[in-house]
């Protein structure tokens, strides 16, 4: 199966958020995909470049590369 995160479930796993960390990756571990809209990462990327989240934005560099 294939889900599509939205921005809040961005937010929260950038967040450091358990409940969702664990669940997203026990949804990868089960074998399913995750996937990012178009939409969204572009909402993403343009909150933390306004916000000027470096830190932030590596997280999510890195989290779209898995």
Known sequence: MTYALDTNIISALLR???HVFNRYYGTIAQG???IIPLIVYYEVKRGLTAKNASNKMRLFEML???
Do not use: T
Request: aromatic share 0%; net charge negative; hydrophobic share 20%.
């Open 16 to 18: 450091n958020d358990d």
């Open 64 to 66: 779209i590369c898995l």
């Open 32 to 34: 399913h995909r995750c």
